[in-house]
């Protein structure tokens, strides 16, 4: 049941998001800063918002080590969830090309029946393995196209519907 009201909050909706990140400082300054941020729009006045800052250590020229956190509030006029999610993640780069990417999570979340006022609070961690393409578009703009997994997925006790994870988005400054 849980499922499948998730997956009406987010299946109906509208996803407008953007993904950021940035160096900051001079080129001996190896602090990278960025995120995502999100709004969301649907179907039974559904509406949500989103937004994960992370910031990250350039350990080389090809790896960045860092911390994540995300918050992202979704509901209709029958039911609201909430989200939050906090790790570590790493992402390599490959001739400027491509990428490998982990990232782990610790999920909170919590879902709220409107009409019945019946609750439901749930703990997951996950860990994402991904890679992708990226294209310059830009003096220091890429675009990125990519997919992760999460090797912690079990279908039958996790609170998300599949472990696959696409990703789009633009890159500034890397």
Not at 5 to 25: C, E
Not at 82 to 92: E, L, Q, R, W
Not at 97 to 125: G, I, P, R
């Amino acid at each position: 049941m849980k499922k499948l009201l998730l997956g009406l909050l987010i299946n109906s909706s509208l996803m407008v998001s953007a993904q950021v990140s940035t160096s900051m400082g001079s080129a001996n300054n190896n602090w990278v800063f960025g995120g995502s941020a999100g709004l969301h729009f649907g179907s039974y006045e559904s509406f949500g918002i989103s937004v994960s800052p992370r910031v990250g250590y350039r350990i080389t020229p090809d790896l960045v080590l860092g911390l994540g956190a995300g918050y992202t509030y979704q509901g209709n006029k029958y039911y609201s969830n909430s989200m939050f999610d906090i790790g570590p993640f790493a992402n390599y780069y490959i001739g400027r090309n491509f990428y490998l990417s982990a990232d782990f999570k610790e999920y909170f979340m919590s879902l709220k029946n409107k009409e019945s006022s019946e609750k439901f609070n749930h703990e997951e961690s996950a860990l994402y393995l991904g890679a992708g393409y990226m294209q310059q578009i830009g003096n220091r703009a890429f675009l990125q196209i990519g997919a992760s997994y999460n090797v912690l997925y079990k279908k039958n006790e996790s609170y998300f519907s599949n472990g696959f994870v696409p990703n789009i988005g633009v890159v500034f400054g890397l």
